[in-house]
């Protein structure tokens, strides 16, 4: 098994919205809390507490859903102001452990510790460190896992929860991943997973057992990641982000849509909207992503770079309509289209024009 030597940190905080509100309102401890819209409005459960999951609730799931399988659930209003305040408190203690943070989200980021020679040089003691100082700044829990790549310091951190702490070792990465069952596999998604059982990819042993040319034949350049984290394999570096990677929009409707000509509609609302958005931060971008959630949840997106700057022009609806060629918008009820426009950088052509206007008497 292929060991990089470095030691990563995947830091996850549990059931990280509904927690919050457990913390802030003692009624709501020990009880079976949802967080999302009215229990029967079309919108869906944003998370919910351990308390709830144990009926089958679920983020994603639809409210109606999670009140029929858990009646008495209390269900709350997002605070998202409160959240993102908890999220600075914890990006802030990750960063005074790590000078290599990379939050994923407002509840999760990875860190690289190889450099820290304190705390005996274990990671683990690192990360028990940082659940304390998380808890004694927040009142709230987090799961940490400890591994020598992103890969499986997500999944360890994902085992052991709530309030969980796990270390995948180089020595047991192999039979912990022959184990694992393929939605288990970061990245892969309902639709990748329903391709691999198709496939006849069930596990973790099983994927190892297919050919690198197999893999990139089903799932092209993600064949390829699968191939390597089936061998424990994955050098993704963790990377401080950088603000500003993509500029998007979208749209969860009232009532499904469906068909083409309803989509596209929106598709060209949703980039123009999305143009205007990137061009007033003074960013240009080559990537143009659609994204499409099925009424059943399902998500897909396609993306597609330009060796040009993505402008307004008649070629857009050309574009997005080879996009959309191998989707199921025929097929399917539409619940969510989006447009993300990404590979930014700065647009020098109007800080210029800017420039000269500041000088125009
Ligand atoms: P997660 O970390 O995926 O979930 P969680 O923290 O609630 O629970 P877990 O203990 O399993 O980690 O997401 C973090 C927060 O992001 C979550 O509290 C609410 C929000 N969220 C949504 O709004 N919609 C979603 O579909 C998901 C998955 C999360
Ligand atoms: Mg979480």
Redo the contacts with the bound molecule.
């Keep these: 098994m292929h060991y990089s030597g470095r030691k990563i940190i995947h830091i996850?905080?549990?059931?990280?919205?509904?927690a919050v509100e457990q913390r802030d309102f003692p009624e709501l401890q020990n009880k079976a809390v949802i967080?999302g819209g009215l229990p029967n409005s079309r919108s869906?459960v944003?998370?919910c507490s351990y308390e709830a999951r144990k009926y089958g609730v679920h983020?994603?799931m639809p409210c109606s859903q999670a009140q029929r399988l858990c009646p008495h659930a209390i269900f709350v209003k997002?605070r998202y102001q409160v959240y993102r305040e908890t999220s600075a408190i914890i990006q802030e203690i990750f960063s005074e452990f790590s000078n290599y943070v990379e939050p994923v989200?407002?509840?999760?980021a990875y860190l690289d510790v190889s450099s820290r020679k304190d705390y005996h040089g274990s990671a683990t003691l690192i990360a028990q460190a940082i659940k304390e100082k998380i808890y004694q700044s927040t009142h709230l829990y987090a799961?940490a896992g400890i591994s020598y790549n992103k890969f499986f310091a997500k999944i360890a951190s994902d085992m052991d929860?709530?309030n969980g702490l796990m270390t995948i070792k180089p020595e047991n990465a192999a039979t912990f991943i022959e184990s694992l069952s393929i939605n288990q596999f970061h990245g892969v998604g309902q639709a990748t997973e329903k391709k691999m059982i198709t496939l006849g990819i069930k596990n973790g042993k099983d994927l190892k057992s297919q050919s690198k040319e197999t893999l990139i034949k089903h799932f092209g350049k993600k064949g390829l990641y699968y191939y390597n984290v089936a061998r424990g394999i994955d050098n993704r570096p963790v990377v401080c982000q950088r603000k500003n990677k993509s500029v998007g929009v979208e749209n969860t409707f009232d009532h499904d849509i469906y068909g083409k000509n309803q989509v596209m509609h929106i598709l060209l609302g949703l980039f123009d909207e999305a143009l205007t958005k990137l061009n007033s931060k003074g960013l240009i971008a080559y990537t143009l992503t659609i994204k499409i959630k099925y009424n059943d949840f399902v998500q897909i997106t396609r993306s597609k770079k330009l060796s040009n700057a993505i402008k307004h022009s008649p070629e857009i609806k050309n574009l997005l309509d080879n996009m959309l060629r191998d989707t199921e918008i025929e097929q399917r009820k539409i619940r969510l289209l989006g447009i993300t426009l990404s590979s930014l950088d700065k647009n020098n052509t109007i800080t210029r024009i800017q420039q000269l206007d500041l000088f125009t008497p």
Aim: hydrophobic share 50%; proline share 10%; no cysteine.
């Design positions: 996850d905080m549990d059931a990280f919205f509904a967080v869906v944003a998370t983020s994603a997002p989200s407002l509840d999760e799961s929860k709530p």
